[in-house]
Nanobody
Framework: VQLQASGGGLVQTGGSLRLSCAVS????????IGWFRQVPGKEREFVAA????????NYAESVKDRFTISRDNAKNTIYLEMNSLKPEDTAVYYC??????????????????????WGQGTLVTVSS
Protein backbone atom coordinates (compact mmCIF):
# COMPACT_ATOMS: atom_id res chain seq x y z
CA VAL A 1 0.00 0.00 0.00
CA GLN A 2 1.38 3.38 -1.03
CA LEU A 3 0.03 6.88 -0.52
CA GLN A 4 1.55 10.06 -1.92
CA ALA A 5 0.25 13.38 -0.60
CA SER A 6 0.81 16.65 -2.43
CA GLY A 7 -0.63 20.12 -2.91
CA GLY A 8 0.47 21.91 0.23
CA GLY A 9 1.82 25.44 0.19
CA LEU A 10 1.54 28.96 1.54
CA VAL A 11 -1.82 30.71 1.39
CA GLN A 12 -3.34 33.79 2.99
CA THR A 13 -6.18 33.68 5.47
CA GLY A 14 -9.43 33.10 3.64
CA GLY A 15 -7.71 31.39 0.74
CA SER A 16 -8.07 27.89 -0.66
CA LEU A 17 -5.92 24.87 -1.39
CA ARG A 18 -6.57 21.41 -2.74
CA LEU A 19 -4.54 18.53 -1.41
CA SER A 20 -4.20 15.29 -3.37
CA CYS A 21 -3.43 11.78 -2.20
CA ALA A 22 -2.48 9.29 -4.90
CA VAL A 23 -3.02 5.73 -3.75
CA SER A 24 -1.87 2.35 -5.06
CA UNK A 25 -1.37 -1.23 -4.01
CA UNK A 26 -4.76 -2.11 -2.58
CA UNK A 27 -8.36 -2.82 -3.52
CA UNK A 28 -10.01 0.59 -3.42
CA UNK A 29 -13.46 -0.75 -2.74
CA UNK A 30 -12.36 -2.18 0.58
CA UNK A 31 -10.47 0.73 2.10
CA UNK A 32 -11.23 3.86 4.08
CA ILE A 33 -9.05 6.91 3.40
CA GLY A 34 -8.49 9.61 5.96
CA TRP A 35 -6.81 13.00 6.19
CA PHE A 36 -5.04 14.02 9.38
CA ARG A 37 -2.89 16.99 10.33
CA GLN A 38 -0.17 17.64 12.83
CA VAL A 39 1.50 20.69 14.31
CA PRO A 40 4.97 20.30 15.88
CA GLY A 41 4.63 19.39 19.55
CA LYS A 42 1.00 18.31 19.23
CA GLU A 43 -0.73 15.04 18.51
CA ARG A 44 -1.86 14.16 15.04
CA GLU A 45 -5.53 15.07 14.66
CA PHE A 46 -8.34 13.88 12.44
CA VAL A 47 -9.54 16.10 9.61
CA ALA A 48 -11.77 14.04 7.31
CA ALA A 49 -12.38 10.49 6.10
CA UNK A 50 -14.18 8.77 3.27
CA UNK A 51 -15.24 5.18 2.79
CA UNK A 52 -13.91 4.15 -0.61
CA UNK A 53 -16.93 2.14 -1.75
CA UNK A 54 -19.58 4.80 -1.15
CA UNK A 55 -19.89 8.54 -0.82
CA UNK A 56 -20.14 8.77 2.94
CA UNK A 57 -17.69 11.12 4.62
CA ASN A 58 -16.85 12.22 8.13
CA TYR A 59 -15.36 15.60 9.14
CA ALA A 60 -13.84 17.14 12.22
CA GLU A 61 -16.04 19.90 13.64
CA SER A 62 -13.25 22.43 13.12
CA VAL A 63 -13.28 21.96 9.35
CA LYS A 64 -16.90 21.07 8.67
CA ASP A 65 -18.46 23.33 6.00
CA ARG A 66 -14.98 24.54 4.93
CA PHE A 67 -13.25 21.35 3.82
CA THR A 68 -14.52 18.71 1.39
CA ILE A 69 -13.12 15.24 0.84
CA SER A 70 -13.68 13.66 -2.56
CA ARG A 71 -12.21 11.05 -4.85
CA ASP A 72 -11.45 10.29 -8.49
CA ASN A 73 -11.63 6.54 -8.98
CA ALA A 74 -10.10 6.71 -12.45
CA LYS A 75 -7.02 8.45 -11.09
CA ASN A 76 -6.88 6.49 -7.84
CA THR A 77 -6.70 9.80 -6.04
CA ILE A 78 -8.50 11.30 -3.08
CA TYR A 79 -8.67 15.06 -2.56
CA LEU A 80 -9.11 17.47 0.30
CA GLU A 81 -10.53 20.78 -0.86
CA MET A 82 -9.82 23.40 1.79
CA ASN A 83 -11.65 26.75 1.69
CA SER A 84 -11.80 29.74 4.02
CA LEU A 85 -8.47 28.75 5.47
CA LYS A 86 -7.44 30.05 8.86
CA PRO A 87 -4.01 30.38 10.50
CA GLU A 88 -4.99 27.55 12.86
CA ASP A 89 -5.23 25.25 9.83
CA THR A 90 -1.45 25.50 9.47
CA ALA A 91 -0.02 21.98 9.82
CA VAL A 92 1.51 19.06 7.99
CA TYR A 93 -1.34 17.16 6.39
CA TYR A 94 -1.20 13.39 6.01
CA CYS A 95 -3.39 10.95 4.13
CA UNK A 96 -3.85 7.47 5.53
CA UNK A 97 -5.61 4.24 4.61
CA UNK A 98 -6.87 1.07 6.22
CA UNK A 99 -9.12 -1.82 5.33
CA UNK A 100 -12.77 -0.95 5.96
CA UNK A 101 -13.15 -3.99 8.22
CA UNK A 102 -11.19 -2.04 10.87
CA UNK A 103 -13.96 0.56 11.13
CA UNK A 104 -17.02 -1.00 12.74
CA UNK A 105 -18.21 2.42 13.91
CA UNK A 106 -17.95 5.75 12.07
CA UNK A 107 -16.21 7.33 15.06
CA UNK A 108 -13.31 4.96 14.48
CA UNK A 109 -12.45 6.82 11.27
CA UNK A 110 -11.19 9.63 13.52
CA UNK A 111 -8.70 7.40 15.37
CA UNK A 112 -5.06 7.57 14.23
CA UNK A 113 -4.39 4.06 15.50
CA UNK A 114 -6.92 2.52 13.12
CA UNK A 115 -4.90 3.46 10.03
CA UNK A 116 -1.93 1.29 9.08
CA UNK A 117 -0.69 3.02 5.91
CA TRP A 118 0.42 6.65 5.79
CA GLY A 119 1.64 9.08 3.18
CA GLN A 120 4.65 11.33 3.75
CA GLY A 121 2.76 14.54 4.57
CA THR A 122 2.44 17.89 2.86
CA LEU A 123 2.86 21.25 4.61
CA VAL A 124 0.06 23.81 4.61
CA THR A 125 0.87 27.27 5.92
CA VAL A 126 -1.85 29.88 6.31
CA SER A 127 -0.56 33.40 6.87
CA SER A 128 -2.53 35.94 8.87
Amino acid sequence: VQLQASGGGLVQTGGSLRLSCAVSGFDFDDYTIGWFRQVPGKEREFVAAMFWNDDSANYAESVKDRFTISRDNAKNTIYLEMNSLKPEDTAVYYCAAADQSRFTLTIMTTWVKKYDSWGQGTLVTVSS
